[in-house]
């Protein structure tokens, strides 16, 4: 059974409004989440990560926040642009254990912004 | 150079072939890792390498298999393959296995005829 979740393959967002990419979560332990960015023909880049201790992080457009009691994280791009369109990966992890720092990853979410 | 650097980029090979995946990181990061993403499926852990010692192997069948001669070099070799094997191979590197980002190669597209 898949412990992180992506429930939209895809969304599709006109420019300059926002993107919203939701995550869902089944293992209470994990503690830090994270989220790729894909482009065709090239790897995962790292986005943007927030540990289990915070609910929200920002970095310029990119705001990640963290439901732990709802074991949901979301991705909001403010505001969106065509360059921000590619497959977008949510990834969680646990800091201790016999598997730590493995990152379960979701099966993605295709966002497509429109000019 | 710099990030991580997988090659070679596409491969194709019959089953009874022997060929090898090569990744290399010039990030200084002392953890390194083999994915397999397969069409409508997660990216799946496959090899986890710390210090240049296996700490994981994620359940994956003997005909792959890897060597991490340094902190910055990783290879997977692939022998006796089968169709099912056809995949995206990524590598990543991380500065430990502490919660960090991984980073990511651009993978090597396998196709197993």
């Known amino acids: 059974d898949q412990q992180v979740k992506q429930n939209s393959p895809s969304l599709s967002v006109q420019e300059g409004r926002i993107s919203i990419l939701n995550c869902d979560y089944t293992?209470?332990?994990?503690?830090?989440f994270l989220w790729y960015k894909k482009y065709p023909a090239e790897g995962p880049t790292f986005l943007i990560s927030i540990s289990s201790i915070k609910d929200k992080n920002e970095d310029g457009r990119f705001t990640v926040f963290l439901n732990k009691s709802a074991k949901h994280l979301s991705l909001h791009i403010v505001p969106s642009q065509p360059g921000d369109s590619a497959v977008y990966f949510c990834a969680a992890s646990r800091n201790y254990g016999g598997s730590q720092g493995n990152l379960i990853f979701g099966k993605g979410t295709k966002l497509s912004v429109k000019p | 150079e710099t990030g991580v650097t997988q090659t070679p980029r596409h491969l194709v090979m019959g089953m009874t072939n022997k060929k090898s995946l090569k990744c290399e990181q010039h990030?200084?990061?002392?953890?390194m890792y083999w994915y397999k993403q397969s069409a409508k499926k997660p990216l799946e852990l496959m090899f986890v390498?710390?210090?240049?010692?296996?700490?994981e192997n994620n359940s994956v069948p003997s005909r792959f298999s890897p060597e991490c001669p340094n902190s910055s070099h990783l290879f997977l070799h692939l022998h006796t393959l089968q169709p099912e094997d056809s995949a995206l191979y990524l590598c990543?590197?991380?500065?430990?296995?502490?919660?960090?980002?991984?980073?990511f190669g651009d993978g090597t597209r396998l196709s197993i005829l």
């Open positions: 390498y710390s210090l240049e010692e296996r700490v």
């Open positions: 990543a590197s991380s500065h430990d296995r502490s919660n960090q980002p991984q980073h």
């Open positions: 293992n209470s332990m994990f503690d830090y």
């Open positions: 990030l200084g990061h002392n953890a």
